[in-house]
T-cell receptor, first 111, second 117 residues
Framework: RKEVEQDPGPFNVPEGATVAFNCTYSNSASQSFFWYRQDCRKEPKLLMSVYSSGNEDGRFTAQLNRASQYISLLIRDSKLSDSATYLCVVRRPYNNNDMRFGAGTRLTVKP | GAVVSQHPSWVICKSGTSVKIECRSL??????MFWYRQFPKQSLMLMATSNEGSKATYEQGVEKDKFLINHASLTLSTLTVTSAHPEDSSFYICSASPSSGGLYEQYFGPGTRLTVT
């Protein structure tokens, strides 16, 4: 089993749609969780951290369910510019330097 | 702030040659840098963790004699792909961490696309 697993995608949605991505992680002791965005042939960029209480940043909402070891990302009112690959990232426990990436979910927002 | 650069951004080399990739933190000191590899349509795979002034820690399955890492200063780490082969063609990305504990980010370089012919 992979350490971080994501929805395989791809997701093709019209502008204005709401889309949700899921991610599960295998190490229950993991402490920190993130969503990164990666555009084609570019480096990943931090989209948002995921906190236990859930957090929102504009059109983006991240949720964490520690009991189920599950993380989600919700994008509302999707824009063309949201088209990218979204990476679920989990920081390994006891080593703040070590992050593990999911395979990513590709999103294409169409006019 | 927190800018990481990589050089070169792309390189084409012949099979059997060696290629050096540089990763620099431009406006902060990085005690730890990370080297990732990403094949097409796959996620980033951590190759090794590089700590300034000490030997790198390689992930299982990554040949340390093939992928030489040097982290000689707090702002520079290098990855040398020795005796490159076509299967080494990939997108190599480094990242740097400016602190040693607590919640913090890794800042990624723009990546180096290596093509071995």
């Amino acid at each position: 089993r992979k350490e971080v697993e994501q929805d395989p995608g791809p997701f093709n949605v019209p502008e204005g749609a709401t889309v949700a991505f899921n991610c599960t992680y295998s190490n229950s002791a993991s402490q920190s969780f993130f969503w990164y965005r990666q555009d084609c042939r570019k480096e990943p960029k931090l989209l948002m951290s995921v906190y236990s209480s859930g957090n929102e940043d504009g059109r983006f909402t991240a949720q964490l369910n520690r009991a189920s070891q599950y993380i989600s990302l919700l994008i509302r009112d999707s824009k063309l510019s949201d088209s990218a690959t979204y990476l679920c990232v989990v920081r390994r426990p006891y080593n703040n330097n070590d992050m593990r990436f999911g395979a990513g979910t590709r999103l294409t927002v169409k006019p | 702030g927190a800018v990481v650069s990589q050089h070169p951004s792309w390189v084409i080399c012949k099979s059997g040659t060696s290629v050096k990739i540089e990763c620099r933190s431009l406006d902060f000191q990085a005690t730890t840098m990370f080297w990732y590899r990403q094949f097409p349509k796959q996620s980033l795979m951590l190759m090794a963790t590089s700590n300034e002034g000490s030997k790198a820690t390689y992930e299982q399955g990554v040949e340390k004699d093939k992928f030489l890492i040097n982290h000689a200063s707090l702002t520079l780490s290098t990855l040398t792909v020795t005796s490159a082969h076509p299967e080494d063609s990939s997108f190599y990305i480094c990242s740097a961490s400016p602190s040693s504990g607590g919640l913090y980010e890794q800042y990624f370089g723009p990546g180096t696309r290596l093509t071995v012919t």
